[in-house]
């Protein structure tokens, strides 16, 4: 069965805490994404990768960095976590023109 | 600008049909999917369509009008686990960046 993992369910952070959301995809896409979903603004896209070590921006990136060492793995960091920042965090993969596999999702609370 | 717009709740019955509309308004376009996501759940695939028509897939159908900037899409004999939210979302041109709308929450009543 193919899967997307996310480390955490839920996560509790402090204001200005350094944050690692991890996502690992045991199917070889190419591409993975980084989407934030709230409610009335559905999911918005943070950042994304096509291929090991390159990135590229989304919407909504700032404060946000990412980090593609490994095909199957793509981390968000949050530098200096933020109350604004509290939200469902997504990761989804995809091979290139083909449909979204999503993880189950992170909560975090920035506190 | 990017902008993709659908109904934000919709309530319908048992047994009955309904329709999810979606307008669209993106820099590029590469197909348009739609996603189902039960609360607390990962969105997962429906539907794709990236030509003009409809495709149908069991009880869901999508249409898409790419002139218009339009999808719907349609549930027949809805069920009670139907009861979900629905996403539109627009595959831009390069391949890569997938853009939703804010989703559309479907109540099923008995």
């Known amino acids: 069965d193919v899967k997307v993992t996310q480390s955490s369910r839920y996560l509790v952070k402090r204001t200005g805490e350094k944050v690692f959301l991890e996502c690992v995809q045991d199917?070889?896409?190419?591409?993975m994404f980084w989407y934030r979903q709230d409610p009335g603004l559905g999911l918005r896209l943070i950042y994304f990768?096509?291929?090991?070590?390159?990135?590229e921006k989304g919407d909504i990136p700032e404060g946000y960095s990412v980090s593609r060492e490994k095909k199957e793995r793509f981390s968000l960091i949050l530098e200096s976590a933020s109350t604004n920042q509290t939200s469902m965090y997504l990761c989804?993969?995809?091979?290139?023109?083909?449909?979204?596999?999503f993880g189950s999702g992170t909560q975090l609370s920035v506190l | 600008g990017q902008n993709i717009d659908q109904p934000t709740e919709m309530t319908a019955t048992e047994g009955a049909i309904v329709q999810i509309n979606c307008t669209y308004q993106?820099?590029?376009?590469?197909?348009l999917f739609w996603y189902q996501q039960h609360a607390g759940e990962a969105p997962t695939f429906l539907s794709y369509?990236?030509?003009?028509g409809l495709e149908e897939k069991g009880r869901f159908s999508s249409f898409l009008s790419r002139s218009k900037g339009y999808s719907y899409l349609l549930l027949k004999e809805l069920q009670m686990k139907d009861s979900a939210s629905y996403l539109c979302?627009?595959?831009?041109?390069?391949?890569?960046?997938?853009?939703f709308g804010a989703g559309t929450r479907l109540f099923v009543k008995a």
């Open positions: 989804a993969s995809s091979r290139s023109n083909e449909k979204l596999f």
């Open positions: 199917m070889d896409h190419e591409n």
């Open positions: 990768s096509y291929d090991v070590k390159m990135k």
């Open positions: 993106t820099s590029g376009f590469n197909g």
């Open positions: 369509n990236v030509l003009d």
């Open positions: 979302a627009v595959r831009d041109t390069g391949g890569f960046k997938t853009i």
